[in-house]
């Protein structure tokens, strides 16, 4: 056995009652330590796997740590890939599961605040773990040698904290990502940030803006999609959003004094966000849908707050939000939209529901009615009841609508672009427009969606045109 792997046993885990702590390995990461450990190296799951195995979830990836070199772990399995063979990483492949397996390193200086300028491998694993962000981060385990906790990730997993390896300026100063990484377990995990690890954050916050805007996006993403997105208040808090999002910054300075709001404009977006699905596009959608409030507001002589035009605002200034944050283009069309319409009260009746889900397509439809229920969850109880009443009314009646099977979109219309051009009309937009109409007519009525009604429709559209 080495030299390290001796020492390190001492600081192996025991349960409560004196037992050796197990955790249980998948069968394919078993054989890749064994395989390592048959020729004289050491290997361990690290990071994340460890952490969530002790926490009772399942583990979505098993990362491998190990004394071997990348070379030797590419001599010593059949298929492998070179992830980052600079950095001592590579991809164990086993059938479809892919394993990552990177050496014992060091971390040269990091001079962008996100990537160290050189690393150095190391045998030492000590050495490995302490470059790591955070404690319950920073633990490594092998049926061997149990679980290897150098830095007190367990007693912070207990405890519900998340803590920087060492010192946190340090850590922060090495790679400013971790900043928005430490809001983001704090969410997933329910945890608190523990004292000194969110003093540093405050003081170095503004290193934020060194970091690219894909990699903030992914990280705020991830914490609107958790378990809990209101702990973005931790992020404003902290001083976060004040580099990525001031808008939201002024959102929580602007309070809403009218009968339909009970919190300021910043707390009933967190309080929204809190009231839907964990969706991508939703979430988005929630953290957005207001944002124009604090520009559109208006005070009348009674003290009463308006925000008149705030979706359509809102719409145009996510959509420049989104892109400052390189959000993809399908992602950013469907959150302007649900912002657009999200204020929108169409009434329970027939047409109007009808093109209202033949505009949005049955999937944002739905989307749209979440939106509005959290919306109204986020406001006061003022009409509360008439609120709900009115949505759920439409909701029920596009869910019968499409039970019945009612004409929605051109693509089940009775007549075709065809059909138009046979009509007498030239190819061209002028067919698409002749179909809308087409449309619109089965829209109002759907009795309207046969061949024989539209033929001789499209014959009067096109001679009127």
Not at 8 to 21: C, H, I, K, N
Not at 157 to 166: A, D, K, M
Not at 419 to 444: H, I, R, S, W
Request: aromatic letters at 6%; a neutral charge; hydrophobic letters at 40%.
């Amino acid at each position: 056995m080495h030299k390290s792997s001796r020492l390190l046993r001492l600081f192996f885990l025991l349960s409560p009652t004196g037992a050796f702590m197990q955790i249980l390995l998948p069968e394919k990461v078993k054989k890749i330590i064994s395989v390592l450990e048959g020729t004289g190296f050491e290997a361990y799951a690290v990071g994340g796997c460890v952490r969530d195995s002790l926490l009772g979830r399942t583990p979505q990836d098993w990362d491998i740590t190990t004394n071997a070199r990348a070379l030797q772990v590419k001599n010593l399995f059949r298929r492998t890939i070179d992830t980052g063979i600079a950095h001592g990483t590579v991809t164990v492949m086993d059938r479809e599961d892919a394993f990552e397996v990177t050496t014992y390193r060091i971390d040269g200086i990091y001079e962008d605040m996100r990537h160290p300028s050189s690393v150095t491998f190391t045998s030492s694993l000590e050495e490995d773990l302490k470059r790591r962000d955070f404690t319950i981060n920073a633990m490594a385990y092998n049926d061997r040698d149990g679980l290897v906790d150098l830095f007190g990730g367990q007693k912070d997993l207990e405890n519900r904290l998340i803590r920087c390896v060492g010192d946190p300026y340090e850590r922060f100063s090495e790679d400013a990502l971790r900043m928005l990484r430490a809001v983001r377990f704090s969410a997933q995990l329910s945890f608190e940030i523990e004292e000194r690890t969110a003093q540093a954050v405050k003081a170095l916050s503004g290193n934020l803006r060194k970091i690219s805007a894909e990699r903030i996006f992914a990280e705020l993403t991830k914490i609107l999609v958790s378990r809990h997105p209101e702990y973005l208040r931790k992020a404003w808090e902290l001083g976060e959003t004040a580099v990525f999002l001031p808008e939201f910054d002024v959102c929580m300075n602007t309070p809403q004094v009218n009968k339909h709001h009970c919190y300021n404009v910043g707390d009933h977006i967190l309080k929204t966000m809190e009231s839907i699905e964990s969706d991508r596009i939703l979430r988005l959608t929630m953290l957005l849908h207001d944002i124009a409030k604090p520009v559109m507001k208006t005070t009348d002589r009674n003290g009463i707050d308006h925000f008149k035009g705030h979706p359509e605002k809102g719409a145009e200034m996510a959509e420049a939000i989104l892109k400052r944050l390189k959000c993809d283009n399908d992602t950013m069309r469907k959150v302007c939209l649900l912002i657009r319409q999200h204020d929108e009260w169409t009434e329970a009746r027939e047409v109007p529901v009808r093109k209202l889900l033949s505009s949005l397509g049955e999937e944002m439809f739905f989307r749209l009615i979440k939106v509005q229920v959290a919306d109204v969850l986020g406001q006061s109880m003022h009409r509360r009841k008439e609120k709900f009443e009115r949505i759920y009314s439409v909701k029920a009646m596009g869910e019968m609508m499409l039970a019945r099977g009612d004409c929605i979109s051109l693509k089940e219309l009775a007549v075709t672009g065809e059909d138009v051009m046979k009509a007498g009309c030239e190819k061209g937009p002028k067919v698409g427009t002749v179909l809308q109409a087409a449309l619109n007519a089965v829209l109002e009525n759907p009795k309207n969606n046969t061949r024989e009604y539209l033929l001789e429709f499209i014959k009067g559209e096109i001679n009127r045109q």
